[in-house]
């Protein structure tokens, strides 16, 4: 998984996102949210750059405060690719399974 920090492929990933409407709304807030100053302590992960198959937003993981708390711990998530969203998930740290989370996408 790759972090996108960069202004531009925030950018770039928005404008992806939009073509993709309405399939793409819970990721697209929180990909526009993180590219306008990032209140809310997010991230924004790519399986690949710039083709991606997956998105997937998180609460950074210096944010997490409580463990059990599913509320502040949401993830949200589009992808086109299962393949790739299964190996996100059985592969890789992207998703901490120790702690609660929602997942919406």
């Not at 991606?52 to 509320?71: N, Q």
Request: glycine share 8%; aromatic share 8%.
């Amino acid at each position: 998984m790759q972090i996108l920090t960069c202004p531009g492929q925030l950018q770039r990933l928005e404008e992806a996102l939009r073509r993709s409407l309405p399939a793409t709304l819970p990721v697209l807030g929180t990909v526009m949210t993180v590219a306008r100053g990032n209140p809310a302590a997010h991230e924004v992960l790519v399986d690949s750059w710039p083709h991606f198959g997956v998105v997937l937003t998180r609460l950074r993981p210096e944010e997490h405060k409580d463990p059990r708390d599913f509320y502040s711990n949401q993830l949200t998530v589009y992808y086109r690719d299962e393949g790739a969203w299964r190996a996100l998930l059985g592969g890789t740290q992207a998703v901490d399974w120790t702690r609660a989370f929602q997942l919406q996408g």
